[in-house]
């Protein structure tokens, strides 16, 4: 833990964790760093201290020094992608690597720390054309389901089956929050068209629900929080490259870990721009948001 955050937490001041593969794998290089060091500059504007985690020489790091910051962005760095499977060997082998939600959410509750801002949840990834079923659900899922932290994102990432997703969290006993809405967001876009099971207002709601929900289960808590409208993608726009995404991912023969990186790209090269702006306008937003109601729960 960097010193800024152990004394934070020493101190009961409020803490947000954020997350290194959006920044590694899901954006461009020099874009990463320009939204990661505007990442935690929002958390401290809201009064929260920013925990970045990362893996580096196999060492897991909750809160960077912007060196370390600078190196998780650069191209050069070629971090792995580390969901919770891969920590262990990463780390027992010395090497590097951005975490996901999944390993993100575990290192941060073990830290300490119970709020974390994210992009888009992992979830049930939809079949490319011509398969019927991949068995490629996010381990991001299987985490929350047992892990007490709050994530704040915009819903999971368009490019997954979204109803499919929504009902693992009911099954995992996820409750899922939506912020000022009653349709539940989808990443790039406002709205799936789906209802969210609890709608909350304010930060002091959230903060509310999330202390009720902690006398019963040790489970996560999803809180929704879509795109500002401004940056909202052009919905023909956005279906056109998701279908063009997923031919490509069927096309190559991408799987696992790469499957979401690489529509990713596919959508940040062919939108002219407009998949980037929403993607840093969002994780922006639900930042600001994580360190509102990591205030509220510090309280
Ligand atoms: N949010 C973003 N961009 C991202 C991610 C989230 O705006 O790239 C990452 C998160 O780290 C999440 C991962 O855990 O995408 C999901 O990957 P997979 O589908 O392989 O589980
Ligand atoms: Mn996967």
């Known amino acids: 833990m960097s010193a800024e955050v152990a004394d934070a937490l020493a101190a009961g001041t409020a803490v947000v964790a954020l997350e290194s593969t ?4 899901g954006l461009p290089p020099g874009r990463n760093l320009e939204v990661a060091r505007r990442l935690e500059q929002t958390v401290r504007d809201a009064g929260a201290v920013p925990a970045t985690i990362a893996v580096l020489d196999g060492r897991p790091l909750v809160g960077l ?41 575990v290192l941060a509750h073990t830290a300490g720390i119970g709020v974390f801002a994210t ?38 990432k368009s ?14 006993s996820v409750p899922v929050l939506g912020y000022g809405v009653d349709e539940f967001p989808a990443f790039y876009l406002r709205s799936s068209g789906l209802p969210v099971p609890h709608r909350v207002d304010d930060p002091a709601a959230v903060a509310a629900a999330v202390a009720a929900h902690r006398h019963f289960a040790d489970s996560g808590v999803v809180l929704a929080n879509p795109v500002p409208a401004e940056s909202e993608m052009d919905k023909d726009l956005h279906d056109r490259l998701l279908a063009e ?52 729960l510090a309280r």
Not at 75 to 92: F, H, I, M, Q, V
């Open 65 to 105: 020094s912007p060196a370390q910051l600078e190196r998780v962005c650069s191209p050069d760095a070629e971090l792995d992608k580390l969901s919770l499977r891969d920590l262990g060997p990463t780390l027992a082998q010395g090497r590097s690597g951005a975490t996901t939600v999944a390993s993100t959410a």
């Open 245 to 296: 995404g997923l031919e490509l991912v069927a096309e190559r023969r991408v799987h696992g870990s790469d499957v979401t990186p690489v529509l990713l790209e596919h959508f940040h090269t062919a939108s002219g721009g407009a998949s980037l702006d929403a993607n840093e306008a969002l994780v922006l937003a639900n930042a600001a948001l994580a360190a509102r109601v990591a205030v509220e």
């Open 119 to 156: 992009g888009g949840l992992g979830g049930v990834h939809l079949p490319p054309p011509g398969a019927a079923c991949t068995w490629d659900v996010s381990a991001d899922l299987g985490v929350l389901g047992r892990t007490p932290i709050l994530v704040v994102c915009s819903g999971m």
């Open 159 to 172: 490019i997954l089956d979204i109803p499919a997703t929504l009902e693992v969290l009911e099954t995992r």
């Open 22 to 25: 959006l920044l590694a794998h």
